[in-house]
């Protein structure tokens, strides 16, 4: 869990910028405004379910792939 963590914090804008477009395309009323329907309850689970996807390929890119990492650094000149 820990280098999981470790792996998205060492792309944290990224995936920052990730969940900003997920919760914009789920929840608004121009895309599938599912924020009209969700309790807070599934709007929480929501949240834990993008999390949680978001770490594990954040874990799989960093175990897998370093260059993929490595050319996202670059990118972005971190």
Same mark, same amino acid.
Request: proline content about 0%.
């Given at each position: 869990m /820990?280098? *999981?963590? @470790?792996a998205m914090g060492k792309l944290s804008l990224i995936f920052f910028v990730i969940h900003e477009i997920l919760i914009v395309i789920l929840l608004s009323p121009i895309a599938f405004n599912l924020g009209a329907f969700l @309790? /807070?309850? @599934?709007?929480v689970s929501l949240g834990i379910v993008m999390w949680s996807v978001t770490l594990s /390929? *954040?874990?799989f890119m960093n175990s897998s792939n370093r260059g993929a990492v490595r050319k996202i650094h670059a990118l972005f000149d971190l």
């Open positions: /820990v280098k *999981a963590i @470790t @309790t /807070v309850t @599934t709007s /390929v *954040a874990y």
